[in-house]
Protein backbone atom coordinates (compact mmCIF):
# COMPACT_ATOMS: atom_id res chain seq x y z
CA UNK A 1 0.00 0.00 0.00
CA UNK A 2 3.13 2.53 0.49
CA UNK A 3 3.23 2.47 -3.52
CA UNK A 4 -0.44 3.41 -4.15
CA UNK A 5 -1.07 6.56 -5.95
CA UNK A 6 -3.75 8.73 -4.88
CA UNK A 7 -6.25 10.57 -6.80
CA UNK A 8 -3.99 12.57 -8.49
CA UNK A 9 -1.98 9.62 -9.24
CA UNK A 10 1.12 10.59 -6.82
CA UNK A 11 1.90 8.44 -4.05
CA UNK A 12 3.35 9.20 -0.49
CA UNK A 13 7.07 9.38 -1.37
CA UNK A 14 6.24 11.66 -4.21
CA UNK A 15 4.53 14.13 -1.55
CA UNK A 16 6.77 13.46 0.70
CA UNK A 17 10.02 14.37 -1.29
CA UNK A 18 7.97 17.14 -3.35
CA UNK A 19 7.36 19.27 0.28
CA UNK A 20 10.74 18.54 1.40
CA UNK A 21 10.59 15.81 4.31
CA UNK A 22 13.55 13.84 4.06
CA UNK A 23 13.16 12.35 6.94
CA UNK A 24 9.77 10.53 5.50
CA UNK A 25 10.85 10.17 2.44
CA UNK A 26 13.80 7.27 4.46
CA UNK A 27 10.75 6.32 5.92
CA UNK A 28 8.81 5.59 3.27
CA UNK A 29 11.65 3.39 1.21
CA UNK A 30 12.88 1.62 4.12
CA UNK A 31 8.71 0.68 4.11
CA UNK A 32 9.29 -0.34 1.00
CA UNK A 33 8.34 2.73 -1.38
CA UNK A 34 9.70 2.36 -4.45
CA UNK A 35 12.13 4.73 -5.54
CA UNK A 36 11.60 4.71 -9.25
CA UNK A 37 8.36 4.27 -11.31
CA UNK A 38 8.03 2.84 -14.62
CA UNK A 39 9.91 4.44 -17.45
CA UNK A 40 7.81 7.52 -18.31
CA UNK A 41 6.25 8.20 -15.06
CA UNK A 42 6.59 11.25 -12.98
CA UNK A 43 9.28 10.42 -10.05
CA UNK A 44 9.87 11.83 -6.57
CA UNK A 45 13.42 12.85 -7.71
CA UNK A 46 11.60 15.36 -10.52
CA UNK A 47 9.25 16.88 -7.95
CA UNK A 48 11.86 16.87 -5.68
CA UNK A 49 14.35 19.05 -8.18
CA UNK A 50 11.26 21.27 -9.36
CA UNK A 51 11.24 22.42 -5.92
CA UNK A 52 14.58 22.82 -4.96
CA UNK A 53 14.32 20.28 -1.88
CA UNK A 54 18.14 18.81 -2.17
CA UNK A 55 18.24 17.11 1.07
CA UNK A 56 15.58 14.91 -0.26
CA UNK A 57 17.46 14.40 -3.84
CA UNK A 58 20.38 13.74 -2.03
CA UNK A 59 18.07 10.73 0.01
CA UNK A 60 16.69 9.51 -2.85
CA UNK A 61 19.66 9.37 -5.09
CA UNK A 62 22.12 7.40 -2.48
CA UNK A 63 18.68 5.19 -1.94
CA UNK A 64 19.06 4.34 -6.09
CA UNK A 65 16.88 6.94 -7.68
CA UNK A 66 18.14 6.93 -10.95
CA UNK A 67 19.29 10.82 -11.84
CA UNK A 68 18.37 10.70 -15.63
CA UNK A 69 14.88 9.11 -14.99
CA UNK A 70 12.45 10.87 -17.64
CA UNK A 71 8.94 11.87 -16.99
CA UNK A 72 6.40 10.76 -20.07
CA UNK A 73 7.16 14.20 -21.30
CA UNK A 74 11.18 13.37 -21.08
CA UNK A 75 11.67 15.99 -18.78
CA UNK A 76 14.42 14.97 -16.13
CA UNK A 77 15.03 15.87 -12.57
CA UNK A 78 17.63 18.41 -13.98
CA UNK A 79 15.15 19.91 -16.84
CA UNK A 80 12.99 20.41 -14.12
CA UNK A 81 15.42 22.23 -11.68
CA UNK A 82 16.54 24.71 -14.92
CA UNK A 83 12.66 25.27 -15.30
CA UNK A 84 12.34 26.09 -11.45
CA UNK A 85 15.20 28.40 -11.50
CA UNK A 86 17.05 26.46 -8.77
CA UNK A 87 20.52 27.06 -9.31
CA UNK A 88 22.36 25.41 -6.10
CA UNK A 89 19.81 22.22 -7.57
CA UNK A 90 20.34 22.31 -10.87
CA UNK A 91 24.69 22.17 -9.36
CA UNK A 92 23.51 19.71 -7.17
CA UNK A 93 22.48 17.44 -10.13
CA UNK A 94 25.26 18.12 -12.12
CA UNK A 95 27.73 17.13 -9.62
CA UNK A 96 25.52 14.11 -9.33
CA UNK A 97 26.04 13.31 -12.74
CA UNK A 98 22.93 14.74 -14.49
CA UNK A 99 23.37 14.20 -18.12
CA UNK A 100 23.61 17.68 -19.63
CA UNK A 101 22.43 16.10 -22.98
CA UNK A 102 19.13 14.45 -22.29
CA UNK A 103 16.53 15.88 -24.53
CA UNK A 104 12.92 16.54 -23.53
CA UNK A 105 10.65 14.41 -26.56
CA UNK A 106 10.18 17.90 -27.90
CA UNK A 107 13.79 17.91 -28.75
CA UNK A 108 15.03 20.80 -25.61
CA UNK A 109 17.46 20.17 -23.38
CA UNK A 110 18.06 22.13 -19.44
CA UNK A 111 20.23 24.87 -21.16
CA UNK A 112 17.24 24.96 -23.49
CA UNK A 113 14.67 26.05 -20.92
CA UNK A 114 17.69 28.00 -18.92
CA UNK A 115 17.74 30.55 -21.58
CA UNK A 116 13.80 30.24 -22.32
CA UNK A 117 13.00 31.47 -19.22
CA UNK A 118 16.18 33.81 -18.15
CA UNK A 119 17.48 32.21 -15.34
CA UNK A 120 20.85 33.50 -16.61
CA UNK A 121 23.25 32.01 -13.28
CA UNK A 122 21.75 28.40 -14.22
CA UNK A 123 22.91 29.07 -18.15
CA UNK A 124 26.02 29.55 -17.03
CA UNK A 125 25.78 26.73 -14.80
CA UNK A 126 24.61 24.60 -17.31
CA UNK A 127 27.57 25.84 -19.81
CA UNK A 128 30.60 25.37 -17.61
CA UNK A 129 29.10 21.62 -17.10
CA UNK A 130 29.29 21.14 -20.52
CA UNK A 131 32.46 19.23 -21.76
CA UNK A 132 34.62 19.96 -24.68
CA UNK A 133 33.72 17.98 -27.73
CA UNK A 134 36.87 15.47 -26.91
CA UNK A 135 34.74 14.59 -23.76
CA UNK A 136 32.00 13.88 -25.24
Known amino acids: RVNEPDEHQLTALMHAAHHGHADVVRQLITS???????????????????????????????????????DAGGSTALIGAARGNNASTVQLLISLGASLFHTTYGGHDALYYAKKTGHHDIVKLLQDGYPTPRDH
Open 32 to 70: GATVDPRSGKLSALILAAESGREAVIKVLVHRGAKIDHA
